[in-house]
């Protein structure tokens, strides 16, 4: 029994990861065949990781222009890929993959300034400060015997050995919370899931509160530690006593050191709640622009992409590679067959419906845009299948004259040919009288 359950269990898995698609499958899903860009967009995912809402993968395509973010696209990470449903899953699985993005590219630029402050050097520093802080109690306790006979010095060191012991147990508790975190950043960042964005964001705020309360414990300690030393400078004691005392209160190196790591911690707080608000400000909008994305594409697929129908009915005539309403309508209005198609109303009412599809779809108005495309081509369609008119035979009057000419020539000449003799006699001259006598009197 167990076996076969493994063996479920495997194939389950198998079957899985074959309906599973890679990253370049979903950027090329964003790109093209929803053709959710415009412009000089381009898809990347970054970082290259699935997103987990609702039991589901996504892969959160980022549309990017001149390197910064100009929308979102969850896309399914299944076989049959699809833009993810619902305002609720995209506002979450784009404010997820948002805040991952802006969060990686700011421990990177810290990384390269040197300036992270949990890598495993720092939570090696802050356990090593906790020994320190143990130790100068010890010195603090030998400054106290030291100062027998004044109260107040001995109640002041008093006080700062237990402020060490909190600052101590409170710098152990950072290095604790340190790993804490960077094993939550390591699981979101493998496996990131809509509903762990909360708690590694609470883990991250958890650490920083907890250094900036280190931090207002050190500043209250090295204020009293001053005082202490004005205190011991004003008694009595040797010169000596007063420099080996005042060596002995001097704090931990560790203790200085730490200054720069909260520095850096607190400019890193500043980054990462300044991209948390960019994330929550712009998450209303970004869902809205998908949104806005797909009314253009499904607009843009109507007008310019692949359309079976359209392709069966120019195939018919064998019209090669005719798959869209732009390169059918191209035809149809094309001046050498305008005004010969047999249904030339369709044709203005072509024009017009074509002329209103790609106005609106330029002025932004996509819903008008597909709405007239889809009367555009029901239109081309009608006019094509129609065909053009039957044409009747084109009577050439160039031909016609020239042949009338030729013809009326060509009898001038037979006719000519035929009368030559009379012809010649009315063109000749007549001869001269001989002494007064006509001629055709003296004929006679």
Request: hydrophobic content about 40%.
């Amino acid at each position: 029994m167990a076996k076969k359950l493994l063996i479920c269990l495997a194939l389950l898995l198998f079957s899985s990861q074959c309906l599973a698609v890679g990253s370049a499958e979903a950027i090329n899903f964003a790109e093209n065949t929803n053709h959710l860009l415009s412009g000089d967009e381009s898809a990347v995912i970054f970082p290259v990781v699935r997103i987990s809402h609702s039991r589901q993968e996504y892969w959160v395509v980022s549309i990017v222009s001149d390197e910064s973010v100009t929308g979102f696209a969850p896309v399914l990470d299944a076989s049959e890929m699809e833009i993810a449903k619902g305002d609720l899953a995209r506002s979450r699985l784009i404010k997820t993959m948002h805040y991952m993005r802006l969060y990686s590219s700011l421990k990177d630029d810290f990384s390269k300034q040197g300036t992270w402050v949990f890598n495993n050097l720092d939570v090696e520093f802050f356990n090593s400060l906790s020994n320190e802080l143990k130790n100068e109690r010890v010195d603090l306790t030998t400054i106290e015997s030291e100062l027998d006979g004044y109260a107040s010095l001995q109640a002041m060191s008093e006080d700062l050995k237990g402020q060490l012991t909190v600052m101590s147990s409170l710098v152990v508790g950072i290095a604790d919370e340190m790993n804490d975190f960077k094993a939550t950043e390591a699981k979101f960042f493998s496996d990131p899931d809509t509903n762990s964005l909360n708690n590694f964001i609470d883990n991250l705020d958890t650490v920083f509160a907890s250094l900036k309360t280190f931090e207002a414990k050190r500043a209250d300690y090295l204020g009293d530690l001053d005082k202490l030393k004005q205190g011991v400078a004003q008694t009595d004691l040797s010169v000596e006593s007063k420099r080996s005392l005042n060596t002995l209160a001097n704090v931990p190196q560790k203790m200085m050191e730490v200054s720069s790591r909260l520095n850096n911690a607190v400019n890193l707080q500043e980054k990462t709640d300044e991209a948390l608000t960019n994330v929550l400000n712009q998450n209303s909008e970004l869902v809205q622009d998908l949104d806005l994305r797909e009314n253009r594409s499904v607009a843009w697929l109507r007008i310019y992409g692949f359309d079976e129908e359209i392709l069966e009915e120019t195939s018919k005539k064998n019209l090669n590679n005719v798959d869209s309403l732009s390169k059918l309508i191209e035809i149809v209005l094309n001046e050498q067959y305008l005004y010969q198609w047999e249904e030339q109303k369709e044709v203005l009412l072509l024009q017009e419906s074509w002329s209103k599809a790609r106005a609106y779809y330029e002025n932004g108005s996509f819903d008008s845009a597909e709405s007239f495309a889809k009367e555009s081509k029901k239109h081309a369609v009608k006019i094509f299948k129609a065909d053009l008119a039957e044409q009747e035979p084109v009577v050439n009057t160039d031909l016609l004259v020239t042949g009338a000419v030729l013809l009326i020539i060509a009898i001038i000449i037979i006719y000519a040919l035929k009368n030559r003799e009379k012809l010649s006699s009315l063109v000749s001259a007549p001869e001269e009288e001989e002494e007064g006598v006509p001629l055709y009197d003296w004929e006679k």
